[in-house]
């Protein structure tokens, strides 16, 4: 399939639900609003419930090892067990509260609060430490690419962060990615979606970016990376494979 390409993976509406999710160990994991955790095959689109309904104020969710942790509305985080749902507290309870972006790199979680500052946070004690400057108040989404952290502002300028420090600089033209809906990482690549519907891989190391297949996406709400693939849950609650 040509890149840009996509297909329908099970039914119809079947993740319309969907406020949260990870790609992890294969399979796609996905918090609904009623507070069910799913874990989906991505190849057959079935799926089945993962412990019990807890899940309801899930934020952001993350793939560390071999569990899945979750960061709260509340401002917790969690540790679940993929297999069975279970999960306990890490760190204090409402620790994470004013996060409004989040990823994973090498085994730590790393947070931005509303205050601007990035945070590095060990998932296994909750211990956190902070990141430079103020530097990131206008931060949409932030991702991991081979060792760095990226950000994309609200300005639409693009910049890779390190993690060890916070430093950062400005990767590709100011505003480029303005309008940006949904981000993912595959192979060292960006992939970016606008809300026009278009789809584009960008090289983080220059910002050189390409257009992927048609204005198909502007209906996209999530997207993950599985496999070699990305994967976009619809505003109409379906589930598509999308080839790179």
Known sequence: MAAGSWKQVGNSGDW??????????????????????????????????????????????????????????????????SDTGMWNTIGNPGEWVNTIA????????????????????????????????????????????????????????????????????????AGDWLNTIAVATINGKLYTIETSGTLWETDPQSGAYKTLGASDFAGTRFMFAIDGALYTIEKSGSLYRVEV
Not at 17 to 30: D, P, V
Not at 56 to 70: H, N
Not at 116 to 124: A, H
């Open 102 to 173: 989040a990823t994973q790199l090498a085994g730590n979680i790393y947070t931005i609060e509303n205050s601007g500052v990035l945070y590095s946070t060990d998932p296994k004690s909750g211990n956190y430490t902070a990141l430079g400057g103020a530097d990131f108040i206008d931060t949409l989404f932030m991702v991991a690419i081979e060792g760095s952290l990226y950000t994309i502002e609200r300005t639409g300028s693009l910049y890779r962060v390190c993690p060890q420090n916070g430093s950062w600089e400005r990767i590709g033209k």
């Open 16 to 81: 319309i639900g969907t406020i949260a999710g990870t790609s992890h160990r294969g399979k796609l994991f996905t918090a609904e609003g009623s507070g069910s955790l799913y874990e989906t095959c991505p190849h057959s689109g079935a799926y089945k419930v993962i412990g019990k309904p807890e899940f309801s104020g899930t934020k952001f969710a993350f793939s560390i090892g071999e569990d899945i942790v979750t960061l709260e509305n509340s401002g917790s985080l969690y540790r679940v067990n």
